[in-house]
């Protein structure tokens, strides 16, 4: 496995989604039963998820998706706070985990074999509790960091995502990327180090807070590799924990702010256009981690990543111009031109490792590759 250098900025363990070896390895040890019985309902189902799969529009369409609603939650969450002024954050997030709970179950109840979803275990929860404790984290920083930050600001502060999961790796497990790709990453830390101390509407809390987000997220993404290892599930399993022990996290967290006891005095509240965006908002956040997957599984988590990667630039534009809230500076503009223009290197690179990796790979039996391969890939580029 190697670790390529890019939550949020572009940090990456290249390798293949191990619920796609899986999948495969499903298909070739399924029971041999009838069309009526659960071996014929598996490998039905698999072939039809493989035709979609060979279709050549399907991949690229998945990889469309993932990336437009990559670029529409972060403006629906930043409308939601500065086109309507609504500072009740840790709702918004209970309400985008609820929805995913939701749609876990659902997606549980309706077929656990075809997305791997494990029965719950308390053994189990209690050796993945630090993951959804890093996530409930990154999840709630997130959204508070967005209420103090523009969007080409908030962009560029998580990038140091990368740089921090650099040197986890490097302290835990002594993996260091190439030259090149360290190099890379400390020019997107660096253009997003300039923008903050460049940046004329400065605000405190809400570096604090982007910050936050971005340790978190690395300790997120730290979590998952160990612990996606350890635990043998497959990424829709790791979701499925994920969701279920932070969601008690969150509910603690939204009865300790005190916002339940002044939502009552929104303004907007019945609003049908806020109702519009906050429905959205929190429907987007369970589409977003399942195209994730879908991407993954049906490309690869180097595509996912790279498709990260072009969803920033548009993402930036587009907020630089829809909310008015990023006033023009030339340094400033500039170390966020830098920041993203090493991302791009980084992925870049990236792609040419994965491609001389693959021409290089002829084993006929490579180790099993990591769990949570998925979900890293975008959360490393800013997801």
Known sequence: RLFHVPPAGGVEFCRVSGS????????????KAGIGGTGGKM??????????????????MVAAAYGIVSITITLFNKAIFSVYNFKFPMILFVA????????????????????????FEWKMAKKLLPMAMG???????????????????????????????????????????????QLAVVTMSLGAAIAGLTDVQFSLPGYFWVLTCAVSTALYLLFIDKLGRESGLNDFGLLFYNNLLAFPLMIGSLVASGELDRIGAYARLHDPSFQMFFVVSAVQAFLLNFLIFMCTRV???LITSITGTIKDLFTNILGMTLFGDFPFNLVNMMSIVVCFAGSVWYSRLKYVASMEGKAAASAPA????????AEMASLEEGN
Do not use: C
């Open 135 to 181: 996530w409930w984290v990154y999840g709630i920083s997130g959204v508070i960091a967005l209420q103090y930050l523009n969007v080409p600001m908030f962009s560029a502060f998580r990038r140091f995502t990368t740089l921090i999961v650099m040197v986890g790796e490097y302290k835990l497990r002594g993996r260091l990327p190439p030259r090149n790709q």
């Open 299 to 301: 490309n690869s988590p």
């Open 43 to 60: 490998k039905a189902e698999a072939s039809v998820e493989q035709r979609y799969s060979d279709m050549r529009w399907f991949p690229l």
């Open 96 to 119: 985008q985990m609820s929805f995913s709970l939701l749609f876990v179950q659902a997606m549980k109840y309706y077929n656990p074999e075809k997305y791997g979803f494990p029965n």
């Open 20 to 31: 796609t070896t899986r999948s495969r390895a499903a298909r070739n040890t399924a029971p």
């Open 366 to 373: 490579p180790e099993e590759p990591a769990k949570g391969g």
